[in-house]
């Protein structure tokens, strides 16, 4: 069903059994396949709601991801059956707020996120005021996963792009059909891997996430290359992904302790 701006804003479940794929071998849940849960059903519930990428296009307009905090506190492992649950959460300026959980089989909160993103007006690439093309009433009434979620990296120190651009270089990449999505650039799952896969393994407490902030600064289209930086921080690690001289995304990762 349509929203039709006279009812509440139900939470939007999908149920998953995570695969090996998911994990790799003997590992816990990857950064990507969390990243594909969540946009996964995120995309599905804005559909139901006729707000999906099919009805943006339409009208000239598409979603993009800007900022993300995730939360966790355990991962699953292969073979485990998981819920991941959505709702929105309305607009402030930019943005229109989106918060996701992923929860065990039996209900107990695993991880949780707000997502914020833009609405880009296709024809002259710029953002559109969400309040004016949202219904006000399209907000979930569930509380937040978590109470502290802020996404966004600006007030944290040693963010800005020239401390980001000084941080010792990972690896290269050069962007391939498979890492393109509907809107012609990198897909947001495969920045976020690579952003936590710059960071070196001695450096990853014990190599699970406890708190992820990524910013999405600027798109990577198909065939350009990229650089990926890493280095420390306070609480945890600092990463970045470069376009030439342009800083592309940035993160910050905490991880749980070894």
Known sequence: MRYSG???????DTRHRVSGSDCGFGGPFRPLSLANFFQEAAGDHASVLG??????????????????????????HTGDEVIVRTWPAGTSRLFAHRYICLLSSTGQLMAGALYEYLIIDMGKRRPLRPERI????????????????SPGLQDKKGFSDEELQALRLSFGFIASPRHIDYNGHVNNGHIIDWLCDAVPLQERGSGAIK???VDFVAEVR??????????????????????GKEIAARAFIAWVPG
Do not use: H, N
């Not at 006279?6 to 939007?12: E, G, P």
């Open 211 to 213: 708190r992820l902030k």
């Open 6 to 12: 006279l009812m509440s804003i139900q939470a939007f």
């Open 222 to 243: 198909l065939g350009e290359k990229i650089d990926v930086l890493s280095g420390k921080c306070e609480g945890g690690s600092r990463t970045a992904l470069l376009r």
């Open 51 to 76: 707000i999906g990428m099919a009805d943006m296009f339409a009208s000239g307009r598409t979603w993009m991801l800007s900022r993300v905090d995730i939360e966790v506190e355990r991962l699953p």
């Open 134 to 149: 949202l219904d006000p009433g399209m907000v979930g009434e569930l509380p937040p996963p978590y109470s502290d979620l």
